[in-house]
């Protein structure tokens, strides 16, 4: 990972836990809801180190190397499923907090802050009480080392 200075939430407190909550969802299994209104341009989600795992290009090139058993298979799915990748640290993120639920829509609520920190997300519009709060995957950077992973990020692939 590039030496550089992650941009984590230094509040006690992840704004997801005031504004968001995990329910079932009509585009994908489980989804993240708003519990209130949350106006354009609010930080929703902002990480703090114990919210996300970072790992690294060659962490995760070890993990893929070792990919014979099941359970690893399985180990890295769910890796790739609930991670994202965040350009300035080439590295992937994994979510441990439930910002991990959000969807994919073309049609997104909320996205990355103007200043692209992938370490929180705002409201792109107005999110009313209960809508589900869905950001477009097609947006996220992709990189060359998850090539053979093409199908978790792009969702043009599902």
């Given at each position: 990972m590039k030496d550089r200075k992650i941009p984590y939430n230094p509040n006690l407190t992840n704004p997801i836990d005031e504004y968001a909550e995990v329910k079932l969802s009509d585009i994908h299994g489980l989804?993240?809801?708003a519990k209130?209104?949350?106006p354009k341009g609010t930080i929703w989600w902002h990480a703090r180190p114990q919210d996300v795992l970072?790992?690294?290009k060659?962490?995760?090139?070890t993990l893929n190397s070792s990919y014979s058993t099941s359970q690893m298979k399985d180990f890295l799915h769910?890796?790739?499923?609930y991670s994202y990748y965040e350009r300035d640290s080439d590295s992937l993120i994994f979510c441990l907090d439930n910002s991990r639920y959000v969807n994919h829509s073309f049609d997104?609520?909320?996205?990355?802050?103007e200043d692209e920190n992938g370490f929180c997300s705002v409201a792109l519009r107005d999110i009313q009480p209960g809508e589900e709060i869905i950001e477009d995957y097609s947006k996220y950077t992709f990189c060359k080392w998850?090539?053979?992973y093409k199908n978790y990020f792009d969702p043009c692939c599902w």
């Amino acid at each position: 990972m590039k030496d550089r200075k992650i941009p984590y939430n230094p509040n006690l407190t992840n704004p997801i836990d005031e504004y968001a909550e995990v329910k079932l969802s009509d585009i994908h299994g489980l989804g993240l809801f708003a519990k209130k209104f949350i106006p354009k341009g609010t930080i929703w989600w902002h990480a703090r180190p114990q919210d996300v795992l970072i790992i690294s290009k060659d962490q995760f090139l070890t993990l893929n190397s070792s990919y014979s058993t099941s359970q690893m298979k399985d180990f890295l799915h769910n890796l790739l499923i609930y991670s994202y990748y965040e350009r300035d640290s080439d590295s992937l993120i994994f979510c441990l907090d439930n910002s991990r639920y959000v969807n994919h829509s073309f049609d997104a609520n909320s996205g990355a802050s103007e200043d692209e920190n992938g370490f929180c997300s705002v409201a792109l519009r107005d999110i009313q009480p209960g809508e589900e709060i869905i950001e477009d995957y097609s947006k996220y950077t992709f990189c060359k080392w998850l090539q053979k992973y093409k199908n978790y990020f792009d969702p043009c692939c599902w």
